[in-house]
Every structure is written in structure tokens, then in C-alpha cells.
């Protein structure tokens, strides 16, 4: 691109295009030479500098990486905006977080929480033993909160109560009223008095798409029936004082704000009448709900949310106060556990475009003496009549003739080098209407997904299923933007489209600069040059909940902190799966099938189709394999 054609972009188009201010929640910007960066601690780093940072590691793409400032700047950003809110209303009580492990588990990320959420006593939520040895064996900080969520047996109950003796704050949140006698009985045979919390159904059901989670058809959580069983269960046991927690999971994801305030409200009378029943009430739990705004609209759509934290903070604040004060009941301390509002940003799924396939005309040579095709020749008319007014007439005799070919062709009647002159006829039409339909007032009905028919497939060097399956499960969006050339501008249509070799394997659904879009601009690809994008907000559920499609691994992994000078530490780096891991998975003995193949080998060398020297190369192969990465590797 010419220095002229440059000068006709700006950095700040790129910028609105991809809505970079919008969903980046100011840890994102775009350099004055075009290359995306993160910003944190007053300083700006490329993305493009950490990329040859890992290239320098032997690190290839595709590459998980994390981003410890942004994890840390949101957990600060959580705890300081309740902090505020607190002030500002004279609220009574402190604010304390928790972070739900089944977020992320990995252990770089739930150390890291750990470890900088200590200054706040930010604590875990845990649904389950093994997340429960995990929180005790990285909380730091002696108070901090553990909360159990979940069904819970005499193994989770014990470690709880020698995780109470330890000096946590650990409270078993009673999801149904089986678990209470398991709790009494371990807690009496280890002279330990439980903290317990009682989760109630909430009746307000909020929307987005997770909007099964509340409401009276909650899989979790006592009826009303249940939680007076409970509470009169443990005062027969004299154990009411140990009732201290309520839980209220107002849903996840919520969007809009009003149903935060109404669930907050139900939640202050389950509140309100336990402590008029004598239970020694000190804290309540609103579970998660805080949501990521994906695509950047400030909306009530349910990829997106119409508050701010700050708002969100205030509203859960002020609401409290307001309901309790009205009884002269005592503020309790406020918990919450946000998962996705505290790890989404922290990482990012960088990827290397491998090739394109670009639906527009090509060159094809002419076929000396041969006899053109009637609907051939047709086609090549419509080109001379092809004008503004005529669109809607030419797309479709373009399609009528191409179709009528195709069908010569599937009888016979056609040979192969026709079919190909027509098909590419046909894109020829197409794109001469594509072209100047902006010119236009008006869209004739029909052209209006032009741009999605004609739209390239770009393919990246990733699994969809392995790293982003919220995309393939529930339709989720996920910023997606090229990190450099964002000084020129992007004009190419595409869809992505991953390596695996499934159909559900591609991406067709884009943040827009005003609407969700079917295609994400990009730019054209260079020979000989890496073009990399960038999938952003992807810390929350991805790595958890992805697979081994196609036997397709976990990626690399870097976590980076960046450093007030703008110098990088590259903290942790994990190499992602071998395919002798991901073999290993499931169920394949990696030693046994190398074995299996040099016998195969061998008997190819008795049978006089290879030599034995050349055996030696196969099997050095095969070997090398093994121990390689599952995704594209590009030699050096």
C-alpha cells in the first residue's frame, strides 16, 4: 500500500471500526503506526512486541496469553468501586469478593487472584472438593472468604471445618436440606462450630441468556418451605447462632440494571425475616450477575449491559441500605461473586492466519477453437447491460444461468472448463453489483446479504471447539480485530473459519460499529508476512470448558506483566499439548503405537518396499510428530 493510500486511514477509524473503546474498558488502544496495545500502569506495550517475545521463546501460534496487570487492575477496580459506593451511602458494613474457581481454574489465574485480591481479603467461591483444595492451598491472606457452593459430602464438610480452624472464614451454603445433618454431625465429632449460609430461590427471573439460572425453576437454592425446615432444624439443635449467610444468585450475565435493584430488594426480605427468626445474620451473599459488555453497545442486550460497575456497586449499595434501614435491621457485609466481570479481560487468543479463499473472478485462459456454451455467452451479455437500474434484472440471470449450467454439468452435458467459465462469470456479476451498491439510495430486495454470499474465509490456526466453544455452544460474540496494519484500511469481507475439519468450525458473527455484523473486515494478506488477530474478553469459561475436537490441544499458554518502563516479564509459559497428550487422553498408549508403526515399518522392509535406512527416516518422522504441536507449525 502507497503511503498516499495509508494517509486516507486513520488509526482512530480502526479504532471506532472495531469498537476498541467501546468493549475495551480503557486496557486497550491502537498505536500511531497502527499496532494494537494493552495499557496498564500509565504505559503501552504492542501486542505485536509480546508476539516476538514468544516467537524469541520458541512459542508458536495459536497463543493463549494473559495479561496479569489487567487481572489485577480488575479485581482493584471491583473492590475499590464498592469501597466507594459504600462511603458515599454511609453504608455499615465492608464489602468482600469472591471469586467463583469454575470460572477459570486455571492455577496461574487463580494464584494470581490470590495473591494480589490478598490486600482486599478477596476470597473463593468453590463447588467442589477439588476446587476446595485449591482455594486452601492458595489463599494467603488469614479471614479471607470461602464459600461453598454446591452438593457437599463428609469429605467437602471436613476440610470446610479444619479450613474454619485454619482461620478462613468458610461457610457451607445449604443448597438442600439433606446436607444440614451431614454438617451437624462432622462439626460435633470435630468440635468445630460451622458458619453456615442458606441459598434461597429467588422468584424475580432476570433475562439475557442465562436467565434459567434464577427464578422458580433454579436448580438451585430452598424454597421458602425448605429454608423454614432448616431454620427450625437448627434451632432444635441449638445451632441457629451458626446460621450467618444468606445466598441470593440473582442470575448471570444480567444486563439490566433494574432487575440487579429487584433482586437485591427479595433478597433484603429473606434477610429481613431470618434475622427476625433469631438467626445470628452477618452477611449476604448476591452471588454473580455483573456483566462483560462483548459488544461494546451499553445496552440491555444480553452480550451486552446498560450500567457502569460503578452504578452497579451504587444500586446494590444503596438499595440495601435503604431496605434494611426501614426495619432497623444492622447492614450486613456484602459479598459477590463475580467470575467473568474479573478474568474476561485478562486474556486474549492470538492466532496466525494460515490462507484465504476469496470468492471473486479469476483469470482463466481461453480454450483455443472451442465452442462457447449459449448460457455461457449469456452470462458475458449481462456484463454489458449490468447498470444501477438493472441490478436486481442482472442478479438474477446471473443466478438462473449459473444454476442451468450446473445442472448441464451434473448430466453431462457440460465439460468441466465451461462450468469454471461460468462460475466465474457469475462472481464477475456479483461483484460488479457488490461494488457499487453503496452508491445507491435504495438496496433492491435480495442484494442485501451480497456482502456475506462474496465474503472471503480467512483461516486461522485455532479450534473454535478447543479455545472460544461458547461461539459454537450458545452464539456467544467476542471482540475480534486484527493487532497490527490498523493504519490501513481493512477491505476485505470475511468469515473465520478454524482448522478443524467440522462445518460448526467458523466464525460468522461480528461486533459492529453499531450492530452485530455477518463479516469482519480485514485486510488483504501479504505474501511471506504474518497476519495475526487477536480474540479479546476470553478469560471467563474458554479454557475450561473446551475440548479435543480433531484431537486439537490446548494452545501455548504465556502469562506477561508489564513493567512501568514498558519492559515485559514473561511470568509463566506453558507449551500447550503434544499429540502425544492429547493421544494420551484418550486412552492411546503414545509408546505402544510408535511400537505398533516401526513393526509396520519393519515388515514394509522384509517386503522390499522400503530399505532399512529409509525406515529410519519414517520412524524419525512419526517420533518427531508425536512430541509436536497439535496446530499448524511454520517452519523457520
Known amino acids: 500500500m502507497n503511503q498516499q493510500a495509508k494517509a486516507q486511514w486513520s488509526v482512530q477509524q480502526s479504532a471506532d471500526l472495531y469498537g476498541i473503546q467501546r468493549w475495551g474498558n480503557d486496557y486497550f488502544g491502537v498505536s500511531a503506526d497502527g499496532k494494537l ?78 495473591h494480589f485480591g490478598a490486600r482486599y481479603k478477596h476470597g473463593f467461591e468453590v463447588g467442589s472438593k477439588a476446587e476446595m483444595i485449591a482455594a486452601l492451598s492458595t489463599l494467603e491472606e488469614p479471614g479471607s472468604l470461602i464459600i461453598c457452593n454446591g452438593y457437599k459430602d463428609e469429605e467437602f464438610i471436613e476440610l470446610g471445618l479444619q479450613a474454619l480452624q485454619l482461620g478462613f472464614q468458610c461457610y457451607f451454603v445449604i443448597e438442600t436440606p439433606t446436607e444440614l445433618p451431614i454438617i451437624i454431625e462432622r462439626s460435633k465429632v470435630l468440635d468445630v462450630v460451622p458458619m453456615i449460609g442458606v441459598r434461597v430461590k429467588m422468584t424475580a427471573q432476570v433475562s439475557g441468556h442465562w436467565n434459567s439460572t434464577s427464578g422458580d425453576r433454579s436448580v438451585f437454592g430452598l424454597t421458602t418451605t425448605q429454608l423454614i425446615q432448616v431454620v427450625d432444624s437448627l434451632k432444635a439443635e441449638n445451632m441457629l447462632h451458626c446460621l450467618k449467610l444468606l445466598h441470593c444468585h440473582l442470575g448471570s450475565q444480567i444486563p439490566k440494571i433494574q432487575e440487579i435493584r429487584n433482586g437485591v430488594v427479595e433478597a433484603c426480605r429473606y434477610y429481613i ?11 449476604i451473599d448476591l452471588g454473580g450477575g455483573l456483566a462483560v459488555d462483548y459488544s461494546g453497545e451499553q445496552s440491555s442486550d444480553e452480550q451486552s449491559r446498560n450500567y457502569t460497575l460503578e452504578e452497579y456497586c451504587e444500586d446494590i449499595v444503596e438499595t440495601l441500605k435503604e431496605t434494611l434501614d426501614e426495619y432497623g435491621i444492622k447492614h450486613p457485609v456484602i459479598v459477590t461473586e463475580s467470575g467473568r466481570a474479573t478474568v474476561a479481560y ?42 444501477p437500474k ?19 454439468f451434473r448430466h453431462g452435458k457440460i465439460d468441466l472448463r465451461s462450468r469454471a467459465m461460468a462460475e466465474n462469470l457469475f462472481l464477475e456479476i456479483l461483484q460488479g453489483i ?21 465474503a472471503d474465509i480467512y483461516y486461522g490456526n485455532f479450534s473454535l471447539f478447543q479455545s472460544l466453544p461458547d461461539i459454537w455452544a450458545i452464539d456467544q460474540l467476542f471482540p475480534i480485530i486484527p493487532v497490527h496494519r490498523l493504519d490501513e484500511e481493512p ?52 479454557e475450561t470448558l473446551g ?12 502469562s506477561v506483566r508489564i513493567n512501568r518502563d514498558k519492559s515485559l516479564d514473561f511470568v509463566k509459559e506453558i ?50 510428530s508425536l512430541q509436536g504441536y497439535t496446530y499448524y507449525e511454520k517452519e523457520d
Open 434 to 454: 457488490y461494488n457499487q451498491l453503496n452508491d445507491l439510495d435504495r438496496i433492491p430486495p435480495g442484494l442485501e446479504d451480497l456482502k456475506v454470499s462474496l
Open 491 to 542: 477491505k476485505r469481507q470475511a468469515v473465520l473459519a478454524d482448522i478443524t475439519c467440522d462445518c460448526d468450525g467458523k466464525i460468522d458473527n461480528f461486533i459492529g460499529e453499531f450492530e452485530t455484523n455477518k463479516t469482519l473486515p480485514l485486510h488483504a494478506l501479504k505474501e511471506g508476512e504474518e497476519y495475526y488477530l487477536g480474540v479479546f474478553l476470553v478469560g471467563a469459561y474458554q
Open 346 to 387: 485478562s486474556s486474549i487468543l492470538l492466532f496466525n492466519i494460515l490462507d484465504a479463499n476469496n470468492f471473486e473472478p479469476a483469470y482463466l485462459p481461453e480454450v483455443a477453437g472451442s465452442t462457447e456454451h449459449p448460457l455461457i455467452t449469456n452470462m458475458r451479455e449481462v456484463l454489458k447491460y449490468m447498470t
Open 37 to 114: 496495545t494493552v495499557k496498564t500502569l500509565n504505559t503501552e506495550v504492542t501486542l505485536l512486541d509480546i508476539i516476538e517475545g514468544m516467537k524469541e521463546r520458541d512459542l508458536q501460534m495459536p497463543v493463549l496469553l494473559r495479561i496479569e496487570n489487567i487481572l489485577d487492575a480488575q479485581i482493584k477496580r471491583l473492590n475499590e468501586a464498592f469501597g466507594q459506593a459504600i462511603k458515599k451511602a454511609a453504608y455499615q458494613a465492608p464489602y468482600r469478593g469472591v471469586y467463583p474457581i469454575k470460572v477459570n481454574q486455571q492455577a496461574q489465574v487463580v494464584e494470581e487472584i490470590a
Open 390 to 408: 438493472r441490478f436486481q434484472e442482472c442478479f438474477n440471470d446471473a443466478h438462473y444461468y449459473r444454476d442451468e449450467i450446473r445442472e448441464l
Open 547 to 558: 475440548d479435543l475436537h480433531n484431537l486439537f490441544g490446548d494452545t501455548n499458554v504465556v
Open 575 to 624: 507449551h500447550g499439548d503434544t499429540i502425544a497428550d492429547v493421544l494420551s487422553y484418550v486412552e492411546y498408549q503414545p509408546q505402544q503405537m510408535a511400537l505398533n508403526y516401526r513393526n509396520t515399518a519393519e515388515r514394509a522392509v522384509k517386503a522390499g518396499l522400503i530399505t532399512a535406512r529409509e525406515r529410519q527416516k519414517i520412524m524419525k518422522t512419526f517420533n518427531a
Open 273 to 283: 425475616d431470618l434475622v427476625n427468626e433469631g438467626a445470628a445474620m452477618t452477611h
